[in-house]
Structures are given as C-alpha cells and as structure tokens.
C-alpha cells in the first residue's frame, strides 16, 4: 500500500519569506510518480508538478521550486519570495503507473502568507 | 477550450435523501474519477469511469453509485445520506484510462443535515 505525509498541518508566513512543504511518501514499487496540486479557497485542485521515480532531477519554476531525494522517500516543494496568492492547501500525491491504480493524496499542508 | 465543469456548485441535503452530482470532463478527455474531500483533509478516491465502466473503486460503500454517458460526462449518486457524507466532491477527467494526468474540477459542495 502506498502513503502519503504531508507533517505540517498549517504555515503561516509573511510575504517575501521564503517556505518549504514537505512531502514523504512510502512505497514498495521502485516505478511511481510523485504529484504537488495546489487548492486555492474556490476548491479546484490545480496541477503544479510531476516527476516520476527514475527522474531524481530537482526542478525549478520560476519562484517554486522541488527537491525529490529517493534516499528519504521526500518531495519537498519551495516557494521562494511568497506572495499572499500563493495562500492555499497544498497536496503531495503518489501513484503508481497504469490505470488499476489508485492516487493517494497526502492530507495537505495550508499555507497562509500574510502581507 | 473548456475544462472540466461541475454542477451543481452547492447542495444542501437531509440525511436519508439521495444526491447526484454532475461533470462534465475536459474536451478531449474520456475517463472520469471522483473524489471525496472530507474538511482538512485529502481527496479521498471514490471510483473513476472509462468506456462507461466502472474501473477501479475505492473504499467507499455500494450507497455511492456512477455512471458515465457516451459523451464521457459522468455522475455520481449517493443515497442514504449521512452526516459524514458531507464534503468536497471533486471529478478529475484524464485522456485516457492509464494516463497519470489529471484535471480537476472546482468541485460540488455538499451538505448533509
């Protein structure tokens, strides 16, 4: 079975700091793919990232960036400079390839950036 | 290009009724998935549609039903009602039964009284 920890519950920041989620996940399948989604408050899940197992690359998006280390199951996401926009739920997810299975989301991590 | 849309926005029911929930996919996209998003916590998996098919389920009980239509939309029934059945429920559309990608909608927010 697969899990996904997202340990930090809420993070509260002022703008311009710079934050980082974390992200560890469990898995027995050397072949997975890892997912962060962000929530702002109208609900909808927005795709920000996806890396699969074989890619240990860290990437960088303009102000986000992420850092995979197969070494401790982590995915971290970091946001660089926060603006108030980046204020939402973020998730991690885990699924392995194919259809027959089932993502798993991490319960998320709120972030809150204050002006 | 429209993308996944889901209706209603809000529902307020009473515990013992029936819901349907409605999405209609992605243009281009054929499978449908939905989740369940309980207050601070993370979607849940409900069950995801292909070639008007349930495929693949998650724990959930057999009081949560779909159906996908041959323009690939779907829904998603619930009878009985519980309390606990009060949630975010999202739909998330893919190109495909075994593609990684999914978009998701902005959801149906039901409560249960």
Known sequence: AQKVTQAQTEISVVEKEDVTLDCVYETRDTTYYLFWYKQPPSG?????IRRNSFDEQN??????????????????????????VDSAVYFCALKLPGGSYI???GRGTSLIVHP | DAG???????????????????????????????????LGQG?????????????????????????????????LNVNALLLGDSALYLCA?????SSYEQYFGPGTRLTVT
Do not use: M
């Open chain 1, 44 to 48: 909808e899940l927005v795709f920000l």
């Open chain 1, 59 to 84: 990437e960088i998006s303009g102000r986000y960036s992420w850092n995979f280390q197969k070494s401790t199951s982590s995915f971290n996401f970091t946001i660089t400079a926060s603006q108030v």
């Open chain 1, 103 to 105: 993502p798993t989301f």
């Open chain 2, 4 to 38: 996944v849309t889901q209706s209603p926005t809000h529902l307020i029911k009473t515990r013992g009724q029936q819901v349907t929930l409605r999405c209609s996919p992605k243009s281009g996209h054929d499978t449908v998935s939905w989740y369940q998003q309980a």
């Open chain 2, 43 to 75: 979607p849940q998996f409900i069950f995801q549609y292909y070639e008007e098919e349930e495929r693949q389920r998650g724990n959930f009980p057999d009081r949560f039903s779909g159906h996908q239509f041959p323009n690939y939309s779907s829904e």
């Open chain 2, 93 to 97: 559309s893919s190109p495909g039964f």
